[in-house]
């Protein structure tokens, strides 16, 4: 992977992306970080979809791009992880970057270095920095005081890379198929399959997951429904985030399940106890099971609806084992997405970077 493929001209027109100039979607670019949804606008996320799904066509063969060629991204995590760590590593090094990945006990961080002082090191050395942390306002200081591109890989508050991911996972099903001829063109095609789709979110209304398909399932469109119990509402940071980005208020809300789930396109859950909630274990799986997502309550959405969870999945807690293999479940497929949608996060910032 040292010596970057030589391109077809096929996907030279499709996305363009050579490192002596880059194309026009990301000369337009105004942003270098990808810490929240927003941070691509809805103009932008064609494109975005576009290059994802060319990535992900042409995966292992001459035609993939390594517009990372030469580039080191270190990858901090304080978070254990399987989906994410693994889908960066290899995506970084598909690209024909080097990953380099550092427990934050590893480095000076884990001593008491400062966030500031720690990127101003690694941006003398690294071309980027995947970061999966658990206070927000790391990967904002992170992204502040460094020169580098900056990529939120999930902290408390948000998790943008698996939503941007589940996003894809649907337009692929719900775009039209005939167009996949011209990458640019179904790009747009892509997005535009999810605009009036609902989803309903049920569960822990206040995990960084739901609160990371509130603003994506608004940039696209999307009409979001979430079912969970009294008291866990959403934290006041993302509704003074919510609220900056134009999309105060901008979903719904309820403590019926069977509510939420009506007439949804899709259904999806997260783990009752995050990282970091260990010490709630029995009071979060007493409350919210009402809220597991049995083969009944599937059934209350629309009868073509497909079922999601960012996964790990606790069967027999959020959600049975019957609709986690329910073939309308494509769990492993929005898992998969994550290297295909990371890729092409990855090759864009990289670009705009120049």
Known sequence: MGVAAP??????????????????????????HFLKETDFSRDELPALFALARELKRTRGTPEAPTPLAGQTWAMIFSKSSTRTR??????????????????????????GETIADTERVLSRFVHGLV??????SEVQQLADVGDIPVINALTDLLHPCQIFADLFTLAERWGPAARRSDAASGGGDLVGSLRGRK?????????????????GANLCGMKIS??????????????????REGFAGAYEFTTDPYEAVRDADVVYTDVWVSMGKEEETAERIRVM???????QLFAAAKPDAYFMHCLPAHAGEEVTQEVLDNPRSIIFDEAENRLHMQKAILATLAAAKG
């Open 131 to 136: 970061v999966r942390t658990f206070d927000h």
């Open 226 to 243: 979430l079912a969970g119990p009294p008291g866990f509402d959403a934290a006041p940071e993302f509704d003074a985030l919510l609220a």
């Open 86 to 111: 693994v889908s960066f590593e290899v995506g970084i090094h598909e690209l024909g970057g080097n990953p380099l990945f550092l427990n934050r006990n590893d480095i000076q961080l884990g001593r």
């Open 289 to 295: 099971t009402p809220f597991a997502v049995t083969p």
């Open 7 to 32: 391109w077809t001209e096929r996907t030279r027109a499709k996305i363009s992306l050579v490192r002596a100039g880059a194309p026009a979607y990301t000369r337009a670019l105004q942003m270098k």
């Open 199 to 215: 989803i309903a979110f049920v569960g822990d209304r206040g995990c960084n997951v739901a609160n990371s398909w509130i603003l």
